[in-house]
């Protein structure tokens, strides 16, 4: 299959799709971190419109102002920001899950936390998510990365829900997603994906 995975430096969802054999591509307006020549550095939007893609990935499209998490800035804005910017940067990301969302490929998978009230009455033709699991229970050793708390929620057209894979069973799990330090990478830290989860995608979809 042809398979695009938006909004991904990492490659660890685009390695997992190659290693099955697929014609697997990354992108997002960063360059990869790994220096592949498999990463197209473009907004994903101008990419949907130049091929066809047999199914869309989308690894962690950008959140910030979608999440609940965030809501609370929406009436407060943080000192670098005005409420404007902050109003204007939710409509930006709302408009890019729904550009994804509703974009026309057979198989779509978008990856995001939980919403919002405000981001879902922005997302066109809006479904709640299929889906919502921990990391750690796609992981089968306590040291790896896998082994996190951090609540993974997925909207899925044509896909089956994902069936957990792993062993661990949630005692041992780390938060260093939320108590990451205040830094310049916090963001990328933070949107870092999970390989267990990844291979299941490839796994169980392909």
Excluded at 14 to 33: E, I, Q, Y
Excluded at 126 to 142: L, N, R, T
Aim: with cysteine; charged share 25%; proline share 6%.
């Amino acid at each position: 299959m042809k398979i695009l995975v938006a909004c991904e430096t990492s490659g660890t969802v685009r390695n997992a799709f190659l290693d099955k054999g697929h014609d697997t591509w990354s992108c997002d307006v960063l360059p990869s971190d790994d220096q592949t020549n498999r990463h197209i550095q473009d907004d994903v939007r101008n990419i949907l419109a130049m091929e066809k893609w047999d199914m869309l990935m989308v690894a962690h499209p950008p959140c910030t102002r979608l999440c609940n998490s965030g809501v609370r800035w929406l009436h407060k804005a943080p000192p670098n920001k005005t409420l404007e910017q902050i109003w204007a940067e939710l409509d930006e990301g709302a408009k890019l899950f729904s550009d994804l969302w509703n974009a026309d490929i057979p198989k779509i998978c978008i990856e995001n936390p939980v919403m919002h009230k405000y981001a879902k009455e922005r997302i066109e033709n809006f479904e709640k998510q299929a889906q919502s699991f921990q990391p750690y229970e796609f992981g089968h050793d306590e040291n790896s990365w896998d082994n996190q708390k951090k609540r993974i929620c997925l909207w899925l057209k044509n896909l089956p829900l994902l069936e957990k894979t792993g062993t661990l069973d949630g005692s041992t799990a780390r938060s260093d997603v939320h108590n990451a330090p205040p830094s310049e990478d916090r963001w990328k830290f933070r949107s870092k994906f999970f390989p267990g989860i990844a291979q299941a995608m490839a796994d169980q979809w392909t």
